[in-house]
């Protein structure tokens, strides 16, 4: 696949001297096996978690794991305002506490398929993790593909077992912030598939289903803008469950990942 780095992740490939990852990672190869999916709560107000973003990075790189970054706002009372948390992100974290039996949160947290959590900064446990989830029936086993066609995204899930929601989750794929206060003091970090938005458009009752989303929704950050299909399964109205499928659409020329 020809690369298509889009000038505002370009942009930001420049400020950090790395145009050639970035613009690699823009173009990820369409034909590769998703092995699972990620979801790393974060703040820019912990000093943990920089190496844990740059795991993500790392994730976001390689292609065949839908990585998403949730900033979580209940850091900002140490001295800064994470600019990319939202309630709506530390309360998806609260409520995957709930599934686990948790009493409590923490940062740099990693869910893995919605099962299970490690520190996500630990990319060899988690990339070891995603394997045994894989050959022990905890992956992601229902089909997925999501494209962007003309003015549509159209999303087309296979055939399975269960019931789930279909959960899309809006991100911007790259964002660079300079952090003026907290443990962070001083740096400049770049952050990848920081999530801004969560919905929920229907539901999959095992059988092959077909939805369709308006383009426009990824006009929104000027080619910067990116969402995942998660197919998710619910304990309770209030709590998420185990993702058996998955699949991430990119905003510009590649359309999909």
Known sequence: MTSACNPTIRRIALTLGIFSAICGAAAADDGKTIKGVVE???SQGCSSCPPADAALKKLVDEGDVVALAYHVDYWNYLGWADTLASKENTERQYAYARMLGRNGVYTPQAILNGRDHMNGADLPAIKSRLEMMRAGGKGLAVPVDATIG???????????????????????RAKVVDVEKGENSGKQIAYWHAVRDIQTIG?????????????????EGN???????LLQSMKDAETPGAIVGAATVLAGPQGKL
Do not use: H, Q, R
């Open 203 to 219: 539901m999959w009752d095992g059988k092959p289903a077909e939805f369709t989303l308006p383009a426009s929704v990824l006009i």
């Open 40 to 42: 790393l709560f974060t």
């Open 223 to 229: 080619g910067n803008s990116g969402c995942a299909v």
């Open 150 to 172: 003309g003015d549509e995204i159209s999303i087309k899930i296979g055939a399975g077992e269960g019931k789930a929601n279909v959960v899309v989750v809006y991100f911007d």
